[in-house]
């Protein structure tokens, strides 16, 4: 039929977009972060990170970046996003063990699809929401009949050349910083996700409900209360989660017990192994109020709910010097705000009511 046909051909020409997935570190700013990520690099033998994005949750992982030509040419952007909610707590050990998991990948050539799973995926799926949209979802439309087969063995065969990547990249981390290393630095990653998920939905939920204030999430999460057995119990549990067919990574249970098995099971540890990783960050905290202030511009711009956050007080405070007459406090206040909260939707409001007010200025003193 017409809306078959028209599902099938909207399904060629889907494409991904190319925003960054966070905000971009500057690394000039942070030397010692740079230095980390060449140093575990040069151990695994291969090339470093190009630039890191950071987010305000427990994301840990890579990608590549740049067309057909760049993928040849070895000249893609190769990028680690970082989440600021995962740093809390982590050794340098742990994290270099996972940081070689993830430089596994580079080296063997996982990311150098450029995310093509993924391009399939994403149009197999606009394909099923033309069908249905045009009414042609039924068992009798041979096109429909196809599309759920061939979506049931492409996840089948894709997710399980996915696990299979987590568990040879599993052995760069073993083999270059220890088992027990990238075990701690796993553990780590899923019982922050566990704290985080249900510590900041009842931040958000506390901040909300009470019209309060947030300024610093993280802050906030480190003065929870916590149930310690609970917690304990759900990272058990993920731990020890049997994967369906269609999961893109093994059990950690599994993971931990074939990267136990490596004859480089033990390595010696290295100076400062037991620093923490947010010393090697020049301000945690402006990178956690900045993490903060992107999290309340998502619940704005999500859900349409307006939670005062710093940013916003201290446009606010501009705002008023600057209609008090205030002029060159008002411009400190705007500068003040594009410097803390860069990336921000506060700092790009702050960088235009701050060259409106110069040109308002220089008119007037012409």
């Not at 009414?135 to 009798?140: E, T």
């Not at 088992?179 to 796993?186: I, T, W």
């Not at 549990?237 to 098995?261: G, K, T």
Request: glycine share 8%; with cysteine.
């Amino acid at each position: 039929t017409l809306f078959t046909l028209f599902a099938i051909f909207r399904s060629l020409f889907v494409r991904g977009g190319n925003e960054d997935p966070g905000e971009r570190l500057n690394l000039s700013e942070h030397p010692r972060v740079r230095e980390l990520l060449n140093s575990v690099a040069e151990r695994i033998g291969t090339r470093p990170v190009d630039n890191v994005y950071l987010t305000p949750g427990t994301d840990l992982a890579v990608m590549e970046r740049g067309g057909m030509l760049k993928q040849l040419g070895g000249a893609t952007e190769r990028c680690l996003i970082l989440g600021a909610g995962v740093l809390e707590g982590l050794k340098m050990a742990p994290f270099k063990a996972i940081l070689a998991h993830e430089y596994g990948h580079f080296s063997n050539r996982d990311t150098a699809g450029g995310g093509f799973a993924l391009s399939v995926r994403r149009s197999v799926m606009t394909m099923a929401i033309g069908l249905a949209e045009g009414g042609a979802a039924a068992w009798y439309n041979p096109a429909w009949l196809f599309l759920n087969v061939f979506q049931r063995v492409f996840l089948r065969i894709s997710q399980g050349a996915s696990r299979l990547q987590e568990i040879l990249a599993d052995r760069w981390a073993a083999l270059a910083y220890g088992a027990s290393a990238f075990e701690a630095g796993l553990r780590h990653v899923i019982r922050s996700s566990i704290e985080f998920d249900a510590g900041a939905n009842a931040v958000l939920h506390d901040v909300v409900t009470k019209e309060k204030s947030l300024d610093n999430l993280y802050d906030r999460l480190l003065s929870q209360d916590r149930d310690e057995s609970d917690i304990a119990t759900s990272v058990e549990a993920a731990i020890n989660s049997e994967p369906s067919p269609y999961d893109s990574h093994p059990s950690p249970a599994d993971r931990f017990e074939l990267v136990r098995r490596l004859e480089a099971a033990s390595v010696a540890s290295e100076p400062g192994s037991e620093d923490e990783v947010w010393s090697l960050f020049e301000n945690q905290s402006q990178i956690e109020r900045r993490m903060t202030q992107h999290v309340v511009e998502s619940v704005r711009n999500q859900y349409g709910v307006e939670i005062a956050g710093d940013a916003e007080e201290l446009l606010k405070r501009a705002t008023d010097l600057e209609l008090e007459g205030d002029h060159e406090q008002a411009l400190l206040g705007y500068a003040h705000v594009e410097q803390e909260y860069p990336y921000t939707e506060a700092a790009r409001e702050a960088a235009i009511s701050r060259k409106n007010l110069e040109e308002t200025l220089r008119r007037a003193n012409a």
